[in-house]
Every structure is written in structure tokens, then in C-alpha cells.
């Protein structure tokens, strides 16, 4: 990629990013909105067990149960360890 076109696609991603962060201003956050009901703030407890322990619990779920559920023939499962050749006649 010559100087040319990095310049351009450089020029081009620092514009596209400068008009978002023009467009979405964060002041329109402090202006409630007609039926807002904002409830409580989550704890540092209740949103990391909820964003971060929650999805791992989650994933472990589903792999312990295909593992467990797990049917298919021993000839179509994938091997770890290759299978041993035949020595080779001379």
C-alpha cells in the first residue's frame, strides 16, 4: 500500500469517527424522556456476577452437556493423539 492511500483511508477513518462523535452527543442523555423510570444502579457485585460470571456459567452449561449428550460413533469423533503407522516394509 503506498503513502497515497494509506494517507486517504487514514483521512477517511479519522473523519468517519470525528461525524460520530459529533452526532451522538452525550448531552442528549441529561434530557428524560416522557415514561422514564429509572430503577436503581447494579452493585460492582451484582454487575460483575451478572456480565461476567453469568455468560461463563452459561457456556459451561452447554459444553458439560454436549460433552455429556455427546452420541456420535467413535470413527467420526476427532483424536487428540494420531493413530500409530505400520512400520514400513524394506
Keep these: 500500500m503506498d503513502k497515497k ?3 486517504r483511508a ?6 468517519t469517527t470525528l461525524m460520530m462523535l459529533l452526532m451522538s452527543s452525550p ?3 441529561l434530557t428524560r424522556d416522557d415514561g422514564d423510570d429509572p430503577g436503581s444502579g ?3 457485585m451484582e454487575t460483575l ?3 461476567v460470571v ?3 456459567a452459561l ?4 459444553t458439560g452437556l454436549v460433552m455429556v449428550l455427546d452420541r456420535s460413533a467413535e470413527a467420526h469423533r476427532v ?3 494420531p493413530k500409530v503407522k505400520a512400520p514400513a516394509k524394506a
Design 5 to 7: 492511500n494509506a494517507l
Design 10 to 15: 487514514g483521512a477517511l477513518a479519522a473523519g
Design 27 to 29: 448531552a442528549l442523555a
Design 42 to 44: 447494579l452493585s460492582v
Design 49 to 51: 456476577g451478572l456480565y
Design 54 to 56: 453469568a455468560p461463563i
Design 59 to 62: 457456556f459451561a452449561v452447554i
Design 79 to 81: 483424536r487428540t493423539k
